[in-house]
C-alpha cells in the first residue's frame, strides 16, 4: 500500500489529527495528510464539523459567568439530605 492510499483510507489518523488541529499547531505534513483525507472522506468531515461544535459549546460552558444568585431552595436540599441519608442508611 503507498502512502497516499494509507492516508486516504486511515479515519483514525483523520480524527486523532482533526482534534489536535482543534487544541494546537499541527505540521504542515499533518495538514496536507488531513487535507487528502477529507477530500475523499464524508464522515470524516462529519465528525470535524460536530468535533469543532462540541468543542466550541464546552469553551462556552467553561467562561460563562457564573450566577451568584442561583441556590437550592430548601425544600429541595432537605428532600435530598433525606435521600442521601437513606441510602447511607443501607
Do not use: W
Not at 486523532?16 to 475523499?40: S, V
Amino acid at each position: 500500500m503507498d502512502e497516499l492510499t494509507k492516508i486516504a483510507y486511515n479515519c483514525k489518523k483523520a480524527t486523532y489529527l482533526i482534534e489536535k488541529q482543534d487544541i494546537g499547531e499541527i505540521t504542515l505534513r499533518e495538514k496536507l495528510e488531513l487535507k487528502i483525507h477529507l477530500a475523499g472522506c464524508r464522515v470524516c468531515r462529519v465528525f470535524q464539523l460536530q468535533s469543532a461544535a462540541i468543542n466550541r459549546m464546552i469553551r462556552n460552558m467553561l467562561h460563562r459567568p457564573v450566577d451568584e444568585n442561583i441556590k437550592l431552595d430548601d425544600k429541595f436540599k432537605n428532600q435530598l439530605q433525606h435521600l442521601i441519608d437513606e441510602q447511607l442508611d443501607k
